[in-house]
């Protein structure tokens, strides 16, 4: 009755009605109370360790990444493939430094068991991309001289790298090190390529096989810290 | 008020809105929505070298124990990865699986993501894919693809999309970077609500255990990216580029489109702005809160000396005043006694018995079933509201002069004019009521609406986090307000209240009159003005329902 309405007064059931509504929307509003929500806090010092960083090992078969590799069981038997020469490095880069107009930077790098390639853009020039081999002479040639040869350029596009950066020591010390630890599997390969170094900037990029075949891909930095383990 | 479904909800809305500032404003405080379901948190630490790498270290907490498959994504570069502290295998350097129970660690080092500037160092742990990324834009092309946070290159990839069994939902992040300086870094988060940070000098209160904390909520449970500005003497190491890191900062964030991309500073412990803003919105609902509990121990006084007047009256005894309290008008009795009366009562009911007992209009047949209404030319009452009644019983409800004579026959008096004839007395009463002062706005209500607005606009100037709720207050309060304040606009002043205790005890002493109960409208010649008051007061219920403009009426 509207004449009366200015007046009115709530009845019981209208009060406990509210009373029930506000307390629940208080609590289901009001923060802290009611919802599955969570308050969270600031850390403390001592709940955020700080990360520490991975330092270099003497011997690199210590390397803790190394851990992440698996020899897989190929009932003992060996490696079907020669193990890559790292050692042969040294004296690969002397023979390159050797030629007419010796290249400063390279665009790739491959060490097998018995050559070491070498991409490079002839005199400097973008897009001459010349390879040169040096290759252990064979057991059955009396001089035992190694052989190096430089192919005619042909056109590439590859990034370059420079020779200067290099450790010519690391790829012997890193095949030393993964026959050490992983005695029934060899690195077929070990390259130096950007395009073969995932993201990871430039870095050595190892082949390791077993009597199985190709059993796994380690990364070392240039100078031979393992930073990762691809393993199929 | 408790009455009025508008008030009850402006009410909530006023005192959910400091709460929520409140809440928001406490710089320590930052709550979670619906949580995630199977991720408890995620921690996220990472320390800087002098030559810019990062350590990294990623802390993912599960809610139960069952194992679950992790699918890693690292971002571009990452190296020396491990699972809870166990060297771990990962595809091309990116993917990796494991599996994990309870809590997951996840280690490695990142390098290439600090740039050292003159003014500082930009650590960068957001990327971006789509036709404003180069690298992006040579891979597929120009593919109309608007530019977004690459999810790949965050602080951590989507937890939802790669860890197993995880729901939607909120999830807490914490965290620090140490670094040299580290207290004076400055952190921009992008995924990540409700941002805070607080520099560590960290125990030994070296410079390389100092570290800058943070906090947050992952909404979704999605990549979280980052962007944090540190002294560039943390970084001697790296090489100096051109610009400024502030720049760097700014070039990277003004590339984005979407707001969801936003990156958020995380913002100091103690906000001044917010805190004052809080203060405000507390002053204002404490002092809403106090005139609420004041009106209503006032409001229980006045109750409480009503019943004793009314006792002292005669009520519900044999001692009630047998003659009426004054001359008030029967239409104004009726509105300041209101509903305490009992049975059917109408002031309009009452204001035609008293122009017909003044003859100024006539009431003529057999019974209250059928009677005829006669309205002379020229008829004029003598206060405003009769006058209203009057104009109202004319044809067109407009004039009470009119110079024809109007003949009405009833019940039902007024037809299909009813609603409008309540509505358009309704006001004409209030009016008077308002003239006589026995009635005025009523106030707490009346201030709702720049309260509203007030409080609103205080939200949303001074207090982080309650946006939403601003806007809803400073909208939709003071529609609200309105509608309260249509509804119960008015409340009795003190000779309001004094008229209601004095007529309520008089309506009682009418009440068990059964003559006035039973009588029908063309009695009032016989009964005379205590019929008037009757009607208002509910005590003749036959007379009220049938000349009331709402015929049957229930209380």
């Not at chain 1, 009001?30 to 270099?56: E, N």
């Not at chain 2, 977004?148 to 807490?172: H, K, S, W």
Request: aromatic share 6%; proline share 7%; charged share 20%.
């Amino acid at each position: 009755m509207w004449q009366n309405q200015p007046v009115k007064r709530p009845t019981r059931t209208l009060r406990v009605t509210f009373t029930a509504l506000a307390a629940l929307i208080t609590t289901l509003g009001a923060p802290g109370c009611g919802t599955d929500g969570r308050i969270v806090a600031l850390p403390s010092i001592d709940q955020v360790p700080k990360p520490t960083f991975i330092t270099r090992p003497q011997d690199l078969a210590d390397s803790p990444q190394l851990a992440a590799l698996v020899a897989r069981d190929t009932a003992g038997l060996p490696p079907t493939s020669e193990p890559a020469k790292g050692s042969l490095l040294p004296e690969a880069l002397a023979a390159l430094a050797a030629i007419d107009s010796p290249p400063t930077r390279l665009t790739r790098l491959s060490i097998y068991a018995d050559s070491v390639y070498f991409n490079f853009n002839e005199g400097g020039v973008a897009g001459r991309s010349v390879s040169a081999v040096y290759r252990l002479a064979y057991e059955s040639d009396p001089d035992q001289t190694p052989d190096f040869s430089v192919s005619d350029p042909t056109f590439g596009d590859y990034a370059e790298f420079s020779i200067a950066s290099l450790d010519p020591m690391v790829p012997g010390e890193l095949a030393a090190a993964l026959a050490d630890r992983y005695p029934l599997a060899a690195a077929r390969s070990i390259d130096l390529d950007l395009g073969l170094s995932y993201g990871f900037g430039l870095v050595w990029n190892i082949s390791l096989d077993d009597a199985s075949g190709t059993f796994a891909t380690v990364y070392a930095d240039l100078d031979g810290s393992i930073i990762a383990i691809d393993q199929r | 008020m408790l009455t009025n479904p508008a008030a009850i909800l402006l009410a909530v809305i006023l005192v959910l809105l400091p709460l929520r500032a409140c809440a928001a404003n406490r710089p320590e405080t930052i709550r979670t929505g619906k949580p995630a379901e199977g991720l408890d948190s995620i921690t996220w630490t990472a320390a800087v070298a002098n030559d810019g790498r990062l350590a990294i270290r990623i802390d993912y907490t599960f809610t139960d124990d069952e194992p679950r498959n992790m699918d890693i994504r690292l971002p571009k570069g990452a190296r020396y990865l491990a699972v809870n502290g166990k060297p771990t295998p990962a595809d091309t350097g990116v993917y990796a699986t494991a599996t994990v129970s309870r809590l997951a660690t996840i280690t490695y080092e990142l390098p290439g993501r600090v740039a050292r500037y003159s003014d500082g160092a930009v650590v960068q742990l957001a990327g971006a894919y789509g036709d404003g990324d180069l690298e992006f834009a040579a891979q597929v092309g120009s593919a109309g693809i608007p530019l977004r946070l690459d999810g790949d290159q965050a602080m951590f990839v989507c937890p939802r999309c790669y860890l197993e069994n995880i729901g939607y939902g909120d999830t807490p992040v914490s965290g620090a970077i140490y670094a040299p300086g580290a207290a004076q870094a400055e952190l921009l988060f992008a995924g990540l609500e409700q941002p805070r940070s607080q520099a560590s000098t960290g125990a030994s209160g070296q410079a390389s255990s100092e570290a800058i904390l943070f906090a947050g909520v992952d909404p979704g449970t999605d990549a979280v990216s980052m962007l944090a500005v540190i002294p560039a003497s943390a970084v001697p190491d790296l090489a100096r580029r051109d610009g400024s890191a502030d720049d760097a900062v700014m070039n990277f964030r003004d590339r984005f489109d979407d707001p969801n991309d936003v990156f958020r500073n995380a913002s100091p412990p103690a906000g001044k702005p917010s805190s004052t803003a809080a203060v405000l919105l507390f002053l204002l609902v404490a002092g809403l809160g106090l005139a609420f509990v004041l009106g209503w121990v006032w409001n229980v006084g006045t109750e409480r000396s009503a019943r004793r007047a009314a006792d002292l009256a005669g009520v519900p005894g044999d001692r009630g005043p047998a003659i009426s309290p004054g001359n008030l008008e029967a239409a104004l009795a009726g509105l300041v006694v209101g509903d305490r009366g009992s049975g059917r009562a109408s002031v309009i009911a009452a204001t035609i018995l008293e122009l017909a007992r003044r003859e100024i209009l006539t009431i003529s047949g057999s019974d209250e079933r059928r009677f005829t209404l006669t309205v002379p030319a020229g008829a004029t009452g003598e206060t405003t509201f009769e006058n209203a009644v009057i104009a109202q019983l004319r044809p067109l409800g407009t004039a009470p002069d009119a110079p024809v004579e109007t003949v009405l026959t009833g019940p039902p008096l007024w037809h299909t004019r009813a609603p409008a004839v309540t509505r358009s007395l309704e006001k004409a009463l209030i009016r008077e009521g308002l003239k006589q002062r026995l009635v005025h706005l009523n106030r707490p209500l009346a201030l709702a609406a720049p309260v509203s607005i007030a409080m609103g606009v205080v939200a949303l100037i001074g207090v982080d986090g309650v946006t939403i709720h601003a806007w809803i207050a400073i909208i939709i309060g003071p529609l609200l307000a309105a509608l309260a304040l249509k509804r119960s606009g008015v409340s009795l002043t003190a000779a309001g209240k004094r008229h209601r205790d004095e007529w309520s005890a008089y309506a009682a002493v009418l009440h068990r009159d059964p003559e006035l109960a039973n009588a029908a409208p063309m009695s009032i010649h016989e009964l005379g003005k205590p019929l008037v008051y009757a009607a208002a007061l509910g005590a003749a219920p036959v007379a009220a329902e049938a000349l009331s403009s709402t015929h049957a009426v229930e209380r």
